[in-house]
T-cell receptor, first 109, second 114 residues
Framework: KNEVEQSPQNLTAQEGEFITINCSYS?????LHWLQQHPGGGIVSLFM???GKKKHGRLIATINIQEKHSSLHITASHPRDSAVYIC???????????FGKGTHLIIQP | KAGVTQTPRYLIKTRGQQVTLSCSPI?????VSWYQQTPGQGLQFLFE???????NKGNFPGRFSGRQFSNSRSEMNVSTLELGDSALYLC?????????????FGPGTRLTVL
């Protein structure tokens, strides 16, 4: 069974700061997802990656397969980035996605 | 293109009852996955359907079941409801299934069991 650990659990930062959220997993995977969940429950898929790095606007996701580690970066953070960010992995012997507990991010103006 | 829709959005049931939740995927998507989210356990995978066949199943009791229709719409059913079944139930669709394409999530159905 894959264990997915995210850090930090909670993060409060000032507008404009560079944000990093980390995700580690215990067993080799086929893909890793970064998800964003706003209050009210809606989930948006930010990235799906199996190697290297992806960038969408101010968001960057990287993955190191050998170290079983991924990071999500937010540049020039904004209060609208406040949300829960969830890492999820596929493969590693489990059916479906295995999720981390999430990182609760608050960006203060 | 319309997004993933789930009905109903909110539901209140009592212990012992059964409930059916519905999910309509994005047009053209053939895979529908279901997830349960609770404050204690976080997000957990329930099952995935692809072209009317259950392709993957999470670690949930047999009270949780699902099906997918020929138009890719999916339903999940929970029988003999327990207090612990109170949760946000999310479905997600993708065109070719997990591991190949990103998933698009619906708004969820919030189930309260009294």
């Amino acid at each position: 069974k894959n264990e997915v650990e995210q850090s930090p659990q909670n993060l409060t930062a000032q507008e404009g700061e560079f944000i990093t959220i980390n995700c580690s997993y215990s067993v080799g995977i086929s893909a890793l997802h970064w998800l964003q969940q706003h209050p009210g429950g809606g989930i948006v898929s930010l990235f799906m990656l199996s190697s290297g790095k992806k960038k969408h606007g101010r968001l960057i996701a990287t993955i190191n397969i050998q170290e079983k580690h991924s990071s999500l970066h937010i540049t020039a953070s904004h209060p609208r980035d406040s949300a829960v960010y969830i890492c999820a992995v596929e493969g590693g012997g489990a059916d479906g996605l295995t999720f981390g507990k999430g990182t609760h991010l608050i960006i203060q103006p | 293109k319309a997004g993933v829709t789930q009905t109903p959005r909110y539901l209140i049931k009592t212990r012992g009852q059964q409930v059916t939740l519905s999910c309509s995927p994005i047009s053209g998507h053939r895979s529908v996955s279901w997830y349960q989210q609770t404050p204690g356990q976080g997000l957990q995978f329930l099952f995935e359907y692809f072209s009317e066949t259950q392709r993957n199943k999470g670690n949930f009791p047999g009270r949780f079941s699902g099906r997918q229709f020929s138009n890719s719409r999916s339903e999940m059913n929970v029988s003999t409801l327990e207090l612990g079944d109170s949760a946000l139930y999310l479905c997600a669709s993708s065109s070719l299934g997990t591991g190949v394409n990103e998933q698009f999530f619906g708004p969820g159905t919030r189930l309260t069991v009294l």
